[in-house]
């Protein structure tokens, strides 16, 4: 008879641990696909207040450049650049990472991108600063013109 009761106890109390973890399982999930990156937007809220924080500091004409974001460049699906300056902006972002600029730790850069010749890339990084690099990419490897770097605002 102890048995029997303490299997039961066993099977209710593993049945009560199954429905909670799969309502936890559940949660969770709505809440990444809703809170974070929204139901209605490709991109993360952060990636919003870095472009922000970007324009701010630097104090970026929002008429004169178009913002993309990490998304814009690497992914083919929602890509609206041609293939020719995305591929520049990959190879710009490739120099910071060699210069040691964008590193581990860095948050998502954001792209800026002036007429034909000129994009910028903003990095925040995780000491608070963030910074603007200038490249010229109306040749065919881009050229690094300037770059700042400021306490994020």
């Known amino acids: 008879m102890i048995s029997l009761n303490k299997r039961k106890a066993f099977i209710g109390i ?8 799969v309502i936890l399982i ?7 696909s809703d809170q974070i990156i929204g139901k209605s937007s490709r991109y993360t809220e952060k990636e ?19 913002a993309l974001f990490d998304k814009d460049v690497f992914d083919n699906n929602i890509a609206t650049e041609s293939v020719e300056v995305r591929g520049k902006l990959a190879n710009a972002l490739a120099m910071l990472t060699d ?20 994009a910028s890339i903003a990095i925040q990084h995780a000491d608070g600063t963030i910074s603007l690099t200038k490249f010229d990419i109306s040749k065919e490897k881009p050229v690094k013109i300037d770059h700042k770097v400021k306490g994020a605002k």
Request: aromatic share 12%.
């Open 48 to 66: 919003y207040a870095i472009k922000d924080s970007a324009i701010k500091t630097f104090s970026l004409d929002t008429g004169k450049v178009k």
């Open 26 to 32: 559940g949660n969770v999930s709505s809440v990444f």
């Open 14 to 21: 593993s049945a009560i641990l199954t429905l909670i973890i």
């Open 99 to 118: 210069d040691n600029i964008f590193v581990v730790g860095d948050l998502t850069p954001i792209y800026f991108i002036e007429g034909n010749n000129v």
